[in-house]
């Protein structure tokens, strides 16, 4: 079997339709039978940088490139001498367009092809009929929009990918076109620009496209937004990149060849969650196409049988590494250097464990050591280790165990104002919260707050989103009314720093709704997505509902103990399961078996099994749900233990990050409870069921509009 699969940003998914129709030599998944002569061939453009000033630069597409490559490298089973790299001047019209046609004049049958755009994407009006709502899509050559250089069309791209010959070739565009340049106060920014007007540029196009249906091509359409919305550029985990390309390198990195459509798509989702709670605002939500009997086969691997519900994808073929990883150089004393470590956004703050130099299956709870890192120093990053650097093996390899924990620096920008007043707002929100500082116009903010002359409007990261709006008052009063806000995201941010991105435990999280629940269909689990998730506060006497009352459903790939924790819009940390209202054989301790969709509460009815209900009363906003699987109940408590402590100690949630992130060393190993308790409705988990530790725990999350 093969495949031609397309990941697509925003608006480029039904224009880049006809050239693979075109490419229908391409009629499987990115597997079948590798052929000894077989090679794996990657060509990855970021443009950040553009020559014409009509042309916004952007922060994040080289980054974007560049993970992908190191991903492709310690993941895939691709050489470096095989990966090509245009990147920022490099990538002009006439080098992409050869470049292009090397990948695909060179490539052979049985040959795994790679191709990655990051950049600004257009449109232009159709010249040749083909277009159904009359214009061609585009992406921005680092020369485009100069003196007689077009967009690149997408008919360009067909016409070269029809000479294509690959059976196996994967197609990434992270840009988009629709509408116009958006106000960008802050860093995160769209990538998109205006139509090219200049017609006469475009006048040799010539080339038509066919339509095809969808389910009659034999690959995968993924894209990174609807058509009327916009691919985003801009922070995340302290460095910048695409919002889509960043979640989707997670999602391959995690499940690695083996990973199938639904699981990568939904993997996607679950990362721009996390992302959305960190920048306080929703990006795009990804789009995926394919046929049915494709959702469940493997993408990128050689074994095309279909991979089974919730199965561990995540170990590697026998040629690749369980996670992708960077080489560690030996300093003085304790401290180390991960080469290159920027390639994979090693960040102040973020911890890696330290493996043998041979090593490929990262066994979690096997780590030799832990470092966590300091500082950038060009490309690399430089770690502070556990132990002396006298102590690693030549060569040792690191992967990422935990995120820097951005709760710790709060950047905002005030803005519109008084200048007086406003240095003094800032001086009094920093005395108030130490973790909250002022920043300067074009610098990155987390939060922006702006007077438009009547008051002050709190956005998002984005700047485009209002999180909440004050009236003009004095800078003590406003200060005081500003630190709910605050603390919420401080808090919210502090739990999203508990990633454990070595864990290949499959969770899915959802809620219950009238419209919105997770499904079982063809032993594919999925969440039926509704815009955003909205509760109302239950009045007295009023009848629960999905409305107003919450239900939370989970199902997991192995027995777990959850933890469900609620952030609402003032800060406010509250442990919601397990609790001491429920009854003694409902999940006791939080257990839940493998593979099974479980409802917490079990139902909204009185007399229910649960024995609670969750409904929701003030305050009024956006609330955060973060729910918590460990494989054993010593973690499972001690993640509950520090977020009891939470809501008055400010220090808790970082703490835990420590003690999380040392269950990955050796010597640091998590205990089994052998005899769980049983469950209402499900089996009693064995000792056999529980003895792998290797992934100790994951986390997913949720988040929830409140109103009256």
């Known amino acids: 079997m093969m495949v031609f699969t397309m990941f697509f940003s925003s608006g480029l998914r039904e224009q880049w339709r006809s050239f693979l129709a075109v490419a229908a030599i391409c009629a499987g998944l990115l597997c079948g039978g590798e052929a000894s002569a077989a090679q794996r061939k990657a060509l990855l453009i970021g443009i950040n940088d553009y020559a014409s000033p009509e042309v916004n630069d952007l922060r994040g597409a080289v980054n974007d490139v560049e993970m992908l490559r190191r991903i492709l490298i310690t993941r895939m089973g691709f050489q470096p001498a095989d990966i090509r790299m245009l990147t920022d001047r490099q990538a002009t019209r006439t080098a992409i367009l050869d470049a292009m046609d090397e990948l695909v004049t060179n490539a052979a049958a049985d040959d795994i092809i790679y191709f990655h755009y990051s950049g600004h994407g257009s449109r232009h009006q159709d010249l040749n009929g083909d277009e159904d709502d009359g214009f061609d899509e585009t ?51 769209p990538r998109s ?26 690959h995968v359409l993924m894209t990174g937004a609807p058509p009327e919305e916009e691919a985003l550029d801009g922070p995340v985990d302290n460095g910048y990149y695409g919002l889509f390309s960043y979640s989707l390198a997670q999602a391959l990195d995690r499940f690695g060849p083996r990973g199938t459509p639904a699981q990568i798509h939904q993997a996607v989702k679950q990362e721009l969650q996390r992302i959305r709670q960190q920048l306080s605002f929703a990006p795009p939500e990804p789009q995926l196409e394919t046929s049915a009997e494709r959702l469940n086969v493997a993408l990128l691997s050689f074994n095309s049988k279909p991979a089974m519900l919730n199965s561990n994808s995540g170990r590697p073929d026998s040629n690749t590494a369980r996670r992708s990883w960077l080489t560690l150089e030996p300093l003085r004393g304790q401290q180390a250097k991960l080469l290159d470590g920027v390639a994979l956004n090693a960040r102040p ?4 464990g330290i493996y043998g130099a041979s090593e490929t299956r990262f066994a979690p709870g096997q780590a030799i050591a832990m470092g966590t890192v300091e500082k950038i120093s060009g490309r690399d990053a430089i770690l502070s280790l556990d132990v002396d650097s006298k102590m690693l093996p030549h060569q040792a390899r690191a992967i990422a165990v935990a995120p820097p924990d951005v709760s710790r620096d709060l950047p905002i920008l005030i803005s519109g104002g008084d200048k007086k007043q406003m240095r003094k707002l800032g001086k009094l929100l920093q005395a108030e919260l130490p973790h909250v500082r002022a920043v300067k116009p074009g610098d990155f903010a987390r939060l922006q707050l702006n007077f438009d002359g009547r008051g002050w409007v709190l956005h998002d990261a984005s700047g485009l989103q209002t999180v909440a709006t004050f009236r003009a008052m004095p800078a003590e009063s406003l200060a005081q009314q500003l630190v709910p806000s605050l603390v919420r995201l401080t808090n919210v941010l502090g739990l999203l720093a508990l990633e454990n991105p070595t864990s290949d435990i499959d969770l899915t999280v959802g809620v219950r709704t009238e419209t919105s629940s997770l499904t079982s269909e063809r032993g594919l689990v999925k969440v039926t997505d509704t815009p955003r998730l909205r509760y109302r506060i239950r009045q007295n006497g009023e009848a629960r509902s999905h409305a107003n009352s919450l239900m939370v459903e989970v199902v997991a790939d192995r027995p777990v103990y959850l933890t469900i924790v609620d952030v609402d819009t003032e800060g406010a940390i509250t442990l919601l399961f397990p609790n001491s209202y429920q009854r003694h054989d409902f999940h006791t301790d939080g257990f839940i078996p493998a593979n099974e969709i479980v409802r917490i509460p079990d139902q909204l009815a009185s007399g229910n099994r649960a024995g609670f209900h969750w409904d929701y009363g003030p305050p009024v906003g956006r609330d955060t749900l973060r729910v918590f699987a460990a494989t054993d109940l010593e973690t499972a408590r001690l993640i509950r233990s520090f977020i009891a402590r939470a809501a008055s100690d400010g220090t808790s949630l970082a703490q835990l990050g420590d003690q999380l992130a040392a269950i990955n060393t050796r010597g640091v190993r998590v205990v089994a409870d052998t005899a769980p308790a049983s469950s209402s409705g499900s089996s009693t988990a064995s000792a056999a069921d529980l003895a792998d530790r290797q992934d100790a725990w994951t986390a997913r999350s949720l988040v929830l509009d409140i109103t009256e």
């Open 193 to 218: 620009v205006p139509p090219d007007t200049r017609h006469d540029l475009y006048s040799n196009s010539t080339t038509t496209r066919a339509v095809v249906e969808v389910n009659q091509l034999g």
């Open 139 to 189: 992406i921005l050559s680092a020369d485009a929009r100069m003196n007689g250089v077009p967009d690149i069309l997408d008919d360009e791209f067909e016409s070269l990918l029809s000479r294509l010959r690959s059976k196996h070739a994967l197609i990434v565009f992270d840009s988009c076109h629709s509408g116009t340049i958006t106000r960008s106060v802050s860093t995160v920014q």
């Open 349 to 352: 703050g973020s911890r890696w």
